[in-house]
């Protein structure tokens, strides 16, 4: 079993959608959580960041971590075209250890 | 104000030659990152340094080495290089269980 999975899709929706990312983990010991946007021929940038359980709202974005379940999500409101790229979620556990990335998942947003 | 800048942004050599990837932050990180992206946008750590020490080095070929001359900078230097090099290398700075700031990226092709 992959440290962390994360469907590729790609996933393709209508502007105005919501749009629903998960990754699931296997290492009990990850605490910080992490969402990356990665546009096309760039570098990852932070989206969200959650350490433990709960959520976390950020204007249409919101990250959720459950810890029992092993399982993260992300959710997108109101997608715009703007938010067409891949999405990559990551974590980690504490200390100097590096982040462990998911394989990524492409969205594209249909005007 | 480029955070984390690496160069050259694209790369294209051939099989056996030596070459250099050069990084810098300046966001007074105490961490530094080597990732490789490969086609299907896995981001695999190959290096970590925090303080000017290497404090992760996964099962990277030798013909590898990253070199810190300062905890600001973290160059990554290939020998001998194979067709199965050719990806995107991403460099990345943070603080201690922060989110990452990564590099625009450095795109390989050895041909």
Same mark, same amino acid.
């Given at each position: 079993?992959?440290?962390?999975?994360?469907? !590729?899709? !790609?996933?393709?929706?209508?502007?105005?959608?919501?749009?629903?990312?998960?990754?699931t983990y296997s290492n009990s010991a990850f605490q910080y959580f992490m969402w990356y946007r990665q546009y096309s021929r760039?570098?990852?940038?932070?989206?969200?960041?959650?350490?433990?359980?709960?959520?976390?709202?950020?204007?249409?974005?919101?990250?959720?971590?459950?810890?029992?379940?092993?399982?993260?999500?992300?959710?997108?409101?109101?997608?715009?075209?703007?938010?067409?790229?891949?999405?990559?979620?990551?974590?980690?556990?504490?200390?100097?250890?590096?982040?462990?990335?998911?394989?990524?998942?492409?969205l594209s947003v249909i005007a | 104000d480029t955070a984390v800048s690496q160069t050259p942004k694209y790369l294209v050599t051939?099989?056996?030659?030596?070459?250099?990837?050069?990084?810098?932050?300046?966001?007074?990180?105490?961490?530094?990152?080597?990732?490789?992206?490969?086609?299907?946008?896995?981001?695999?750590?190959?290096?970590?340094?925090?303080?000017?020490?290497?404090?992760?080095?996964?099962?990277?070929?030798?013909?590898?080495?990253?070199?810190?001359?300062?905890?600001?900078?973290?160059?990554?230097?290939?020998?001998?290089?194979?067709?199965?090099?050719?990806?995107?290398?991403?460099?990345?700075?943070?603080?201690?269980?922060?989110?990452?700031?990564?590099?625009?990226?450095?795109?390989?092709?050895?041909?």
């Open positions: 079993q992959k440290e962390v999975e994360q469907d !590729p899709g !790609p996933l393709s929706v209508p502007e105005g959608a919501i749009v629903s990312l998960n990754c760039k570098g990852p940038e932070l989206l969200m960041y959650t350490y433990s359980s709960g959520n976390k709202e950020d204007g249409r974005f919101t990250a959720q971590v459950d810890k029992s379940s092993k399982y993260i999500s992300l959710f997108i409101r109101d997608s715009q075209p703007s938010d067409s790229a891949t999405y990559l979620c990551a974590m980690k556990p504490s200390g100097n250890t590096p982040l462990v990335f998911g394989k990524g998942t492409r | 051939q099989m056996g030659n030596d070459k250099s990837i050069k990084c810098e932050q300046n966001l007074g990180h105490d961490t530094m990152y080597w990732y490789k992206q490969d086609s299907k946008k896995f981001l695999k750590i190959m290096f970590s340094y925090n303080n000017k020490e290497l404090i992760i080095n996964e099962t990277v070929p030798n013909r590898f080495s990253p070199k810190s001359p300062d905890k600001a900078h973290l160059n990554l230097h290939i020998n001998s290089l194979e067709l199965g090099d050719s990806a995107v290398y991403f460099c990345a700075s943070s603080r201690t269980d922060y989110g990452y700031t990564f590099g625009s990226g450095t795109r390989l092709t050895v041909v």
